[in-house]
Nanobody, 114 residues
Framework: VQLQASGGGLVQAGKSLRLSCETSITIFTITVMGWYRQAPGKQRELVARITSVDSTNYADSVKGRFTISRDNAKNTVYLQMNGLKPEDTAVYYC?????????WGQGTLVTVSS
C-alpha cells in the first residue's frame, strides 16, 4: 500500500487547510485510515482516524476543529483543518491499517504562524 499525502503549507492562525492522502489501492478495503502528526522534539500522535464503516475519532486537541473524511471513488482520505493554531504546527502523516499491517505516507508539513 502506498500513500501520497499533500496539502500542507504555511498559514496564519485561525485559517484553514485541507490535507489529502491518496492510496494506491481501493480505499474501502482498508480497515482504518488515519492522520498522525509529529511536532519538533515530540512523539508522533494520532490526530484523527476513520474506519471502513466511517466511524471516526479525534484527539481531544482537535475536536470541533478538524474533520476526517474519505472519498471511496477517489481512494482519498481528507483532513479538513479549521481554526488552526500555532500548536498544530507539525509534519502530518497519513496512515493505513490493513490486515494487521500499518503503512505510512511521506508526511506533509503544516506550519501555523501566530
Amino acid at each position: 500500500v502506498q500513500l501520497q499525502a499533500s496539502g500542507g503549507g504555511l498559514v496564519q492562525a485561525g485559517k484553514s487547510l485541507r490535507l489529502s492522502c491518496e492510496t494506491s489501492i481501493t480505499i474501502f478495503t482498508i480497515t482504518v485510515m488515519g492522520w498522525y502528526r509529529q511536532a519538533p522534539g515530540k512523539q508522533r500522535e494520532l490526530v484523527a482516524r476513520i474506519t471502513s464503516v466511517d466511524s471516526t475519532n479525534y484527539a481531544d486537541s482537535v475536536k470541533g476543529r478538524f474533520t476526517i473524511s474519505r472519498d471511496n471513488a477517489k481512494n482519498t482520505v481528507y483532513l479538513q483543518m479549521n481554526g488552526l493554531k500555532p500548536e498544530d504546527t507539525a509534519v502530518y502523516y497519513c496512515n493505513a491499517f490493513q490486515r494487521g499491517v500499518g503503512y505510512w505516507g511521506q508526511g506533509t508539513l503544516v506550519t501555523v504562524s501566530s
